[in-house]
T-cell receptor, first 115, second 112 residues
C-alpha cells in the first residue's frame, strides 16, 4: 500500500535556526496537510494545501511557518526562526481529490527537538 | 468547529469486543464521522468512516444512530496490538480539515 514518507525522522536544531521538514505524499494525491503533536498533547491542524496554494491554516500557522511544493513529489514545511515551543512531532498527510469526505493518509512524522 | 467528546481511557482483555462511543452534538448535515488509531511515535491511521447507520470493514464496525449526534466504534475480539489511542473526527476532512479537530482521544489498553 502506498505511504506518505517523511524525512528526517528526528531533527535537532538550535533555537533561532531555520528548519525544513520534508514529506513525500502519495503520488496521485492532491490535498496535502501538516499537523503537529506536542508530546502528550492533541494532534493539531496547521495547514492544508491544494492546487499550489494554502486552502486553510490554523492560528498556530503564523508568519514563521511556510509550506511549499517545490516539485511534483515533495511537500515541505519551513519554520523560519525556531522557538523552544516548536518542539513537537510534525505529521504530513495527503488525500486524493475524489469525494469530499476522503480521510487523510498520515506519515509517521518528524520529531523536531529545539535546543 | 465540530467538537467531539470521548472517554479518556478504556481497558479491555484479549478476545473481547470493545465499543468506544463519541459524542458530537453539533454535527452538521454534510459532516462525516471518521475514526483514527494512533500508536506511540506514529502518525494516525484511518480505521473507518461513515455518514449514517452502520459501516463495517475488515477491522471494525461503526454504528451511527439516526440523529447522528453520537457514534460507536466497535472492535471485535481485540488483541494486545490494538492498544493505542483512538480518535473520532467529525467534518469534511479534505476540504475543511481545519474544522475537523482531533480531540483528546480514547486510550485503549488491552490486557492479556
Amino acid at each position: 500500500e502506498p505511504e506518505v514518507t517523511q524525512t528526517p525522522s528526528h531533527q535537532v536544531t538550535q533555537m533561532g535556526q531555520e528548519v525544513i521538514l520534508r514529506c513525500v505524499p502519495i503520488s496521485n494525491h492532491l490535498y496535502f496537510y501538516w499537523y503537529r503533536q506536542i508530546l502528550g498533547q492533541k494532534v493539531e491542524f496547521l495547514v492544508s494545501f491544494y492546487n499550489n496554494e494554502i486552502s486553510e491554516k490554523s492560528e498556530i500557522f503564523d508568519d514563521q511557518f511556510s509550506v511549499e511544493r517545490p516539485d511534483g513529489s515533495n511537500f515541505t514545511l519551513k519554520i523560519r526562526s525556531t522557538k523552544l515551543e516548536d518542539s513537537a512531532m510534525y505529521f504530513c498527510a495527503s488525500t486524493p481529490r475524489g469525494q469530499i469526505n476522503q480521510p487523510q493518509h498520515f506519515g509517521d512524522g518528524t520529531r523536531l527537538s529545539i535546543l | 468547529l465540530a467538537k467531539t467528546t470521548q472517554p479518556i481511557s478504556m481497558d479491555s482483555y484479549e478476545g473481547q469486543e470493545v465499543n468506544i462511543t463519541c459524542s458530537h452534538n453539533n454535527i452538521a448535515t454534510n459532516d462525516y464521522i471518521t475514526w483514527y488509531q494512533q500508536f506511540p511515535s506514529q502518525g494516525p491511521r484511518f480505521i473507518i468512516q461513515g455518514y449514517k447507520t452502520k459501516v463495517t470493514n475488515e477491522v471494525a464496525s461503526l454504528f451511527i444512530p439516526a440523529d447522528r449526534k453520537s457514534s460507536t466504534l466497535s472492535l471485535p475480539r481485540v488483541s494486545l496490538s490494538d492498544t493505542a489511542v483512538y480518535y473520532c473526527l467529525v467534518g469534511l476532512l479534505n476540504t475543511n480539515a481545519g474544522k475537523s479537530t482531533f480531540g483528546d482521544g480514547t486510550t485503549l489498553t488491552v490486557k492479556p
